[in-house]
């Protein structure tokens, strides 16, 4: 029989940080309860049989694509969990059993809940006391930080696995490949919404699936998986290539974009960009070649409605931008140069619009730098 040792191990920070019983959050909170459940912004429930069911917690939507075989994973857990069998049969007591593992070693929390008060089943002569709770099982996973977090912070990002069963004891009459055709239930639909890479925090989720019917039940309405609200600035870059005073003269913006996430599919934004046209010009009387630049200071505003499933095809731009001419190094632009960009034809990062400089129409093609 496995041998069970108990090991208290006292880590003090510093000289001057103690650890003590009363402390407001612990070593062991932040090891198991980090962060508690329903803060992570990414929640995903499946109704399994009788009651039970299995709920996925993400920090970010490409996680999704991280978590590994989970009938292997919660098979592998209940045989860790193998010497404390009495204790999570005994009955009428509803307990939470965390799992964590650090790379060097496995550690588990087990919590009881002893029920506030009875309840009973009475059938003829028969009463039956019923348990007030269900039992937990939560499964703390890490994945490496994503690609865009500043220099130097390899802090891993954590995201749960959770049970919750009329009894604990119900793992070993789970069906085989229940939990991972869960997994996969999920992970179809994350892939069919187009953001199974994206790592952006902003993004939230919350949605409800049947294993039986395999599908979601909920949110039921055509935006889709995602269901909040985010908001995140980006960078904003393009390289445009301009028909306009019969000539074609190209043009490179930079700049800063806030962008709005309404749900899965409707997103707007505003960016506020400078935008420089470098012309070439050669010097008559010397032969030199110049290149003179004349920038403009932009504004512009877009309404995203084009489908995250299907990016593929030709859509309406639904932008509009106006520039102001702030540097004239050239004879090219009148001294006050206004200009507008109205919607055009956008197909991937590609766009082709109508701008009207001073009047004069002209079509810009651009490619946006995302």
């Known amino acids: 029989m496995k041998q069970i040792v108990w090991i208290m191990v006292l880590a003090l920070a510093s000289a001057t940080q103690d650890l003590y019983a009363q402390t407001t959050k612990s070593n062991m909170e932040a090891h198991f309860n980090t962060p508690p459940p329903g803060e992570l912004p990414l929640r995903a429930v499946i109704d399994l049989k009788a009651g039970n069911k299995i709920i996925f917690e993400f920090t970010n939507l490409a996680q999704v694509a991280a978590v590994p075989n989970t009938d292997s994973l919660v098979k592998a857990i209940w045989t860790a969990l193998a010497p404390f069998r009495d204790s999570l049969s005994k009955p009428l007591v509803s307990r939470r059993v965390d799992y964590y593992t650090t790379g060097l070693d496995e550690r588990i929390r087990i919590t009881e809940?002893?029920?506030n008060g009875s309840m009973y089943s009475i059938t003829g002569n028969e009463i039956?006391?019923?348990k007030t709770a269900q039992d937990t099982l939560r499964i703390k996973q890490l994945t490496p930080p994503p690609a865009r977090?500043?220099?130097?912070?390899?802090?891993?990002?954590?995201?749960?696995?959770?049970?919750?069963?009329?009894?604990?004891?119900?793992i070993e009459s789970l069906p085989d490949g229940e939990l991972q055709a869960a997994t996969s239930l999920v992970w179809e639909d994350v892939r069919k919404s187009g953001y199974a890479k994206n790592t952006n925090p902003a993004l939230r989720m919350d949605a409800w699936y049947n294993l039986k019917e395999q599908k979601r039940v909920a949110p039921q309405k055509?935006?889709?998986?995602?269901?909040?609200?985010?908001t995140f600035l980006s960078l904003y870059s393009t390289f445009g290539l301009q028909y306009v005073y019969d000539?074609?003269?190209?043009s490179v913006a930079g700049g800063v974009e806030m962008r709005r996430m309404m749900n899965q599919r409707k997103w707007w934004s505003v960016a506020l960009y400078v935008d420089a046209y470098p012309l070439y010009t050669r010097n008559v009387a010397t032969g030199k070649g110049l290149?003179?630049?004349n920038t403009f200071i932009c504004g512009r505003y877009t309404f995203g409605t084009s489908s995250k499933t299907d990016p593929s095809r030709l859509a309406i731009s639904n932008s509009v931008a106006i520039g102001y001419l702030v540097q004239r190094n050239s004879e090219f632009f009148d001294k006050v140069t206004f200009k507008i960009t109205l919607p055009g034809l956008r197909f991937h990062n590609v766009a082709l619009e109508p701008e009207l400089i001073n009047g004069?129409?002209?079509?810009?093609?651009n490619l946006f730098i995302q």
Not at 247 to 250: D, E, L, N, Q
């Open 128 to 130: 039956l006391q019923l």
């Open 222 to 230: 055509k935006e889709g998986l995602l269901t909040g609200n985010g």
């Open 113 to 115: 809940y002893h029920q």
């Open 291 to 293: 290149i003179e630049s």
């Open 360 to 365: 004069a129409t002209s079509l810009k093609l």
């Open 247 to 250: 000539s074609w003269i190209p």
């Open 149 to 170: 977090r500043r220099k130097g912070d390899t802090t891993a990002i954590p995201y749960f696995i959770m049970l919750v069963l009329n009894n604990i004891t119900d």
